[in-house]
C-alpha cells in the first residue's frame, strides 16, 4: 500500500521534517522582519502571520486526511513518546497559559503560583496512576473504559455528561481567546474573528483527525515556545546582560521588593498567603492549597489530555511520553514568572515617577483605543487617550503615580517585545504563538466531545452496525456542528467567560478523577462504585458551582455564617469558608472517592472475570482480557 | 519477552508497582503542598535573589514532578523487565 509506505517514511524521518519545519519558520520570520524594515505597514505583517501558520495547519491537516478509524481517533498508535510529549503540551497550553498567566503573576505574585504548581503538578498523576492502564486498555476514548469497567452503558452515559461538561466550557473559552487575538492583530469584529477562529480549527481536525490534530499540535508547539522564549530572553540580556531568564529575574524580585518599601506596597511580590495589608492570611493560604489540589486532580482527568496517551505505540512509551509532556510544558511554565517580574521591574523602575509627558512608546502604542491594555491615568482627561483610565482619575500634576497606572494582564506578555524594544515582527511572532497555543487546545477539546458523541453514544449505543465509512462521516459531522456551536457561544457571550477554564478542572476532578482511580486500583470494586463515583462527584460540584455563582445570597440565608458574599463578575457569588468558587472540586473530590468506596462496599464484589481483566490492564505485556459484554478492541 | 505471569507473580509484580506509586504519591504529595506549607519561612533564604519559599513555587517543585514522571517510568520498566511483561 502507498498510503503505508509514506506513513512509515514520514515516521521515520519526523526528526528531519520537523527540523526543516523549523528552519523554515524561522526564515519566515527572517523575512516578514525585512520587509518591515522596508516600511510593509504592520497590519499586512499582522495578516501575514495569522494567515501563513494556519495556512500550515490547514497543510499538515489536509496531509494527515485518513479514512481509517483507529487513524481518525489515536492516530493509528503510532505516535513516538517524545512527539506525543510536544503535541500534549501544546493540547496543554492554551491561550489561559501563553497570555493569561504571565498576567496572573504581575498581579497575584505569590499567590498566582498556584497555577504554575496546579498546571504541572497533575501529570505526576497521569503518570503513576492514569496512563498506562488506559494505554494498556488500548480502545478510543475515555469513556470506553467507564463502560467497560463499569457494567456498560449507564457507566458510559454518565463519562460522556462529564467529559461534555467540563470540555465544552473549556472549549468555548479558547474560541474567545483565538477571537481576542485575531481580532487585536487583524483589527477585526470580536464576532467575525471567532468564525474566523473556528476555520482555523476545523481545517485542522476535520479531514484527519486525532492524527492530523496530533502533526500539527507538534507544529504548534514549537512555534509556541520559540515565540514565548524569544521576547524573554532579550529583555533578560537587557536588564541583566545574561540571557537566561529563569535564572536572572532573581535579581529582578530583589530590586522589586526594594521598590516596593519605596512606593508603600505593604503585599510583596514574594509573600506567601498575604492579605492586602501584607500579614499572614489563613483564608488565602487555605485558597492556594485548594486551587492546586483541583487544578492537579482535573489534570489528570481531562479526557482531552488523557486520550492523548492512547495513541503512542507501547504502554513504555506512554509512560516515557508523560515525562516529555511535562517537559515541554515546563519549558513555558517556568519562564512565566521571569515574564511578571520583568515587567513589574519596569513599571516601578522606568514609569512611575515619570513625567507622563515622557513615558515610553509601549504606553501609548498599547494603550489607544482597540487595544486599550496599558494606560496612564493622570490627567481629568485620560480616558480619552486610554480608554482603560475610565473612572480613575488622577492628581494631574503630570508625573505618574503608582495608583494612576492601569495595566491588563494580558499586556504582560503582548507588550513585552516593545517594553524590550524589539521590532514589530516579534510581536507578531507572539500573537502567532498564542494563537498557536488557543488553537491547538481548542482542536484537542472539540476532538474529544466529538469522539465521545460520535463513538460512544452513536457507535456503541445508537448503531453499532454502522460501517466505517458511516461512522467517519458521522464523526466529522458532529466535530463540524459542536465547532459551530461553540464558535457560536464564545461570539455571544464574550470575554466574560474565561473564568470557566477553572471550573473545567474542578468538574472532570469532580465527575472521572474517582472513577478512573477506583477502576484501575481497587479491583473489587463493582460497577456501582464507579457509577456512583461519578454521580455523586459530578452532582456535588455542579449543585455548589450553581448555587454558588448564582444563588449566592440563598446560600447565605440557608448556612449563615460560612458563608461569605463577593462581588465578582457582576453578581454575588458565595464563598464557602472563603472558598473560592473555582476550586469547588474540594467538595466534589472526596465526595466521589466516598460515594464510590460506600456503593463498592454495600455492592457485590466485582467477578472474577472483570478482575481477571484488570489483572491484564495492570501488566503491559500480553492480551486484554475481556470480560462478557465487552466489546473487543478495534 | 511476553508471558502469562502466574497469580503470585502478579502479586509480586502488582506489589513493586504499587509501592512504587505510593513512593510517588508520597513524594507529589510533599512538593505539591508541604514544601509551601513552609514557604513564609523558607523566604528568609536568598539563593542568586530568589527568596527560596518563591522559587520552589515557581521552579523548584516544577523540576521534581519533570523528574518524578521520567524515574518513574524508568522504575516501572526495570520492573516490567525484571517480570518478564515489558510491551517492546
Known amino acids: 500500500m502507498a498510503g503505508a509506505a509514506a506513513n512509515s517514511s514520514f515516521l521515520n524521518n519526523l526528526g528531519r521534517i520537523y527540523g526543516i519545519y523549523t528552519g523554515t519558520f524561522a526564515g519566515f520570520v527572517i523575512l516578514i522582519g525585512i520587509l518591515e524594515f522596508f516600511g510593509v505597514p504592520d497590519k499586512i505583517l499582522g495578516y501575514l502571520f495569522v494567515f ?29 513518546a517524545f512527539y506525543n510529549g510536544m503535541a500534549t503540551g501544546a493540547d496543554w497550553m492554551s491561550a489561559a497559559s501563553f497570555i493569561g498567566m504571565a498576567g496572573s503573576l504581575y498581579f497575584g505574585g505569590y499567590d498566582a503560583l498556584a497555577f504554575v504548581l496546579g498546571w504541572t503538578g497533575g501529570y505526576v498523576l497521569v503518570s503513576i496512576l492514569m496512563a498506562p492502564y488506559l494505554r494498556k486498555f488500548g480502545q478510543f476514548t475515555v469513556p470506553d473504559f467507564c463502560g467497560a469497567r463499569f457494567g456498560g452503558n449507564t457507566a458510559r452515559t454518565l463519562a460522556v455528561i462529564v467529559l461534555i461538561t467540563a470540555s465544552f466550557v473549556y472549549v468555548v473559552a479558547q474560541i474567545v481567546g483565538v477571537g481576542i487575538i485575531t481580532s487585536r492583530f487583524l483589527g477585526m469584529g470580536f464576532q467575525t474573528a471567532c468564525f474566523v477562529g473556528l476555520i482555523g480549527i476545523l481545517v485542522c481536525s476535520m479531514l484527519g483527525g486525532m492524527k492530523a490534530v496530533t502533526w500539527t499540535q507538534v507544529a504548534q508547539y514549537i512555534i509556541l515556545i520559540i515565540a514565548y522564549l524569544i521576547p524573554v530572553i532579550i529583555m533578560s540580556a537587557q536588564v541583566t546582560g545574561v540571557p537566561v531568564p529563569q535564572l536572572m529575574y532573581g535579581q529582578a524580585l530583589e530590586k522589586i521588593e526594594a521598590l516596593e518599601k519605596t512606593l508603600g506596597i505593604a503585599k510583596s511580590h514574594v509573600a506567601p498567603f498575604a492579605d492586602a495589608r501584607g500579614n499572614f492570611s489563613m483564608t ?351 | 519477552m511476553s508471558k502469562k505471569l502466574s497469580p503470585d507473580e502478579m502479586k509480586a509484580y502488582w506489589g513493586k508497582t504499587s509501592s512504587l506509586m505510593w513512593t510517588l504519591l508520597a513524594l507529589w504529595f510533599f512538593f505539591s503542598f508541604v514544601v509551601h506549607f513552609f514557604a513564609p519561612q523558607l523566604n528568609g533564604i536568598r539563593i542568586l535573589g530568589f527568596p527560596i519559599g518563591f522559587y520552589m513555587a515557581a521552579q523548584g517543585s516544577l523540576i521534581a514532578f519533570v523528574v518524578m514522571c521520567f524515574w518513574n517510568a524508568s522504575a516501572q520498566n526495570k520492573i516490567d523487565e525484571e517480570f518478564g511483561v515489558s510491551d517492546e
Request: proline residues 4%.
Open chain 1, 284 to 634: 488565602s493560604m487555605i485558597n492556594y492549597f485548594a486551587l492546586i489540589l483541583c487544578l492537579m486532580v482535573g489534570t489528570a482527568s481531562l479526557p482531552h489530555i488523557l486520550m492523548r496517551y492512547f495513541t503512542t505505540p507501547s504502554v513504555r512509551q506512554a509512560r516515557d511520553s508523560v515525562g516529555w509532556s511535562l517537559f515541554f510544558i515546563f519549558l513555558l511554565y517556568f519562564t512565566a514568572p521571569s515574564y511578571a517580574a520583568f515587567a513589574k521591574l519596569e513599571v516601578y523602575q522606568t514609569l512611575i515617577g515619570s513625567p507622563v509627558a515622557s513615558l515610553p512608546a509601549w504606553v501609548s502604542s498599547w494603550g489607544k483605543p482597540g487595544l486599550a491594555l496599558v494606560g496612564a491615568c493622570d490627567a481629568a482627561n485620560a480616558a480619552q487617550i486610554f480608554p482603560i483610565c475610565a473612572g480613575v482619575t488622577g492628581n494631574g500634576d503630570g508625573i505618574l503615580q503608582l495608583s494612576e497606572f492601569r495595566i491588563h494582564p494580558d499586556a504582560i506578555v503582548l507588550a513585552t517585545p516593545e517594553i524590550a524594544g524589539l521590532p514589530y515582527v516579534i510581536a507578531g511572532l507572539v500573537a502567532a504563538g498564542g494563537l498557536a497555543a488557543a488553537l491547538s487546545t481548542a482542536d484537542g477539546l472539540l476532538l474529544a466531545i466529538a469522539n465521545a458523541l460520535s463513538h460512544d453514544i452513536y457507535y456503541k449505543m445508537i448503531d453499532p452496525e454502522a460501517d466505517t465509512k458511516r461512522r467517519l462521516v458521522i464523526s466529522r459531522v458532529i466535530l463540524a456542528i459542536v465547532a459551530v456551536l461553540a464558535a457560536y457561544v464564545a461570539g455571544t457571550l464574550g470575554a466574560d467567560i474565561l473564568f470557566l477554564v477553572s471550573w473545567a478542572f474542578s468538574i472532570a476532578a469532580s465527575g472521572l478523577f474517582a472513577a478512573l482511580v477506583l477502576g484501575i486500583w481497587w479491583k473489587k470494586g463493582g460497577d456501582a462504585s464507579g457509577i456512583f463515583a461519578m454521580l455523586i462527584g459530578y452532582g456535588v460540584c455542579m449543585f455548589f458551582l450553581i448555587t454558588t455563582e448564582f444563588y449566592g445570597v440563598a446560600l447565605k440565608g440557608m448556612l449563615g455564617d460560612i458563608v461569605t458574599i463577593v462581588k465578582i463578575r457582576g453578581r454575588d457569588v458565595a464563598y464557602l469558608w472563603g472558598i473560592n468558587n473555582i476550586s469547588v472540586g474540594i467538595f466534589g473530590i472526596p465526595a466521589s472517592f466516598l460515594a464510590g468506596w460506600v456503593a463498592g462496599k454495600m455492592t457485590p464484589e466485582a467477578s472474577p472475570e472483570m478482575q481477571n481483566f484488570i489483572d491484564s490492564i495492570r501488566v503491559p505485556s500480553g492480551d486484554v482480557a475481556l470480560a462478557p459484554g465487552m466489546a473487543a478492541k478495534e
Open chain 1, 52 to 80: 501563513l501558520t494556519i495556512g500550515v495547519y490547514a497543510l499538515i491537516g489536509w496531509l494527515s486526511r485518513t479514512a481509517e478509524v483507529s487513524e481518525y481517533y489515536v492516530a493509528g498508535r503510532s505516535v513516538p
